[in-house]
């Protein structure tokens, strides 16, 4: 094999990757999913990585604007919470959990 073959095996392996990478992360970012690192499954699996974008459950909905997502510690219920809310009543089984921290690395030192 000469070099020009072996380059353009190269700039072919290069773009379909790019090609079913882009695919991908177009799909993940509808299911709200990362669409960084489905990019990278379609970039080293191809049509396989388009496939596991496709099969993927879609991933939860951002919380609102000055909301954050907790999870009760009982029945593992997700819920949306005031982002400076020391306590919380789960929706679900009724039960009083303290607020998970913000930051968890603020409270490191
Ligand atoms: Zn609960």
């Known amino acids: 094999m000469d070099g020009s073959a072996a380059g353009a095996i190269f700039f072919a392996v290069l773009f379909f990757g790019i090609t079913f990478g882009s695919v991908s992360l177009a799909i993940a970012e509808r299911k ?4 960084g690192g489905f990019f990278l ?11 596991a974008a496709v099969v993927a ?3 939860a ?9 907790v ?7 997700r819920q949306n919470i005031a982002r400076d ?10 039960l009083v959990n303290p607020s998970p921290p913000t930051n968890p690395a603020r409270y490191l030192t």
Not at 41 to 51: A, E, N, R, W, Y
Not at 61 to 69: H, I, L, N, V
Not at 71 to 77: G, L, P, Q, V, W
Not at 89 to 94: S, Y
Request: a positive charge.
């Open 32 to 35: 709200r999913r990362s669409p």
């Open 57 to 59: 459950a879609p991933g």
């Open 85 to 94: 809310q020391a306590d919380y009543e789960c929706w679900q089984c009724k």
């Open 71 to 77: 999870i009760c510690r009982r029945c593992n219920a």
């Open 41 to 51: 499954v379609g970039f080293l699996l191809g049509p396989l990585g388009v496939l």
């Open 61 to 69: 909905p951002a919380p609102p604007p000055g909301m954050r997502a």
